[in-house]
């Protein structure tokens, strides 16, 4: 196992643990005891977890796994609803993108459809994500246009009152949220409240409203909201999606595709 792949797990047992001994992770990981240790060690460096004795703790109460360490997770879910939201945008729209890995996902897949390969622009784009931003800059078919703000390294997104400037001057025929949590009842949500604010003003400005979400993320709750549940008019998620969660979400007037 790569170091990359051995940081990935460790962060993502930390997420779902809260606390991890050494020897419990080096069973796990079938590597030894020496390498965990070195392993937390740099992570602790990096402030993405806090040593132990024999073993580490998350980074903090509101901890949140980097981007770049979420990619693998629920990839293949993640693929598949990418390409559903994709298919609900038209030719020459403009779309809002949050950051996240599905909403990466999501640029990723309207990059290779091949009715948004030409046009004046194919597709205008807005997103805080530097990261989603980058990958569509090559593509000269789409128009990019990027908020401004301060630069989380968490989620390589944009926040901040600087963003106001640009989204207050805009208007989106749709935009698509990269939630942490949706829940019928106590609508979307991200665990932090700056990366919500901006959220919530993609919301505002745009004529619909999309949430990309795999099913682990339904029917939770974080921090810091970002709209209502009857300010999303469709959800698009895994087949893994429980029914009665589907069905609340339904009863609540929002369309449900299962990818």
């Known amino acids: ?18 606390r991890l001994d050494v020897e419990e992770a080096a069973a796990e990981l079938a590597v030894s005891a020496a390498t965990i240790r070195r392993d937390f060690d740099q992570l602790a460096e990096q402030q993405m977890l806090l040593r132990t004795r024999g073993g580490a703790v998350v980074h903090g109460v509101s901890y949140e796994l980097p981007l770049r360490y979420k990619t693998a997770r629920q990839a293949s879910e993640k693929q598949r609803i990418a390409r559903a939201v994709a298919d609900l945008v038209a030719p020459g729209e403009v779309i809002g993108l ?68 640009v989204l207050g001057q805009i208007t989106l025929d749709v935009a698509v949220l990269g939630v942490v949590s949706f829940d019928a009842t106590h ?57 009665a969660a589907v069905e609340r979400f339904e009863e609540a007037g929002i369309r449900v595709l299962l990818a």
């Open 98 to 165: 949050t950051g996240g890995t599905t909403t990466t996902e999501v640029a990723r897949a309207l990059a290779v459809r091949d009715d948004l390969t030409s046009g004046s622009p194919a597709l205008t784009v807005v997103t805080n994500a530097l990261n989603i931003a980058a990958e569509l800059a090559v593509r000269p078919q789409f128009k990019i246009v990027v908020t401004g703000g301060v630069a989380r390294a968490q989620s390589y997104e944009l926040v901040g009152p600087l963003a106001d400037g």
């Open 187 to 243: 609508g979307a949500a991200a665990h932090d409240e700056a990366e919500a604010a901006v959220d919530r003003l993609l919301c505002e400005r745009a004529e619909r409203v999309v949430v990309a979400a795999d099913s682990s993320k339904l029917g939770r709750r974080a921090f810091a909201r970002i709209c209502a549940a009857d300010a999303v008019d469709t959800l698009v998620t895994d087949t893994a999606a429980d029914a």
């Open 1 to 18: 196992m790569s170091r990359d792949a051995r940081w990935k797990a460790l962060l993502e047992l930390l997420v779902e643990r809260g």
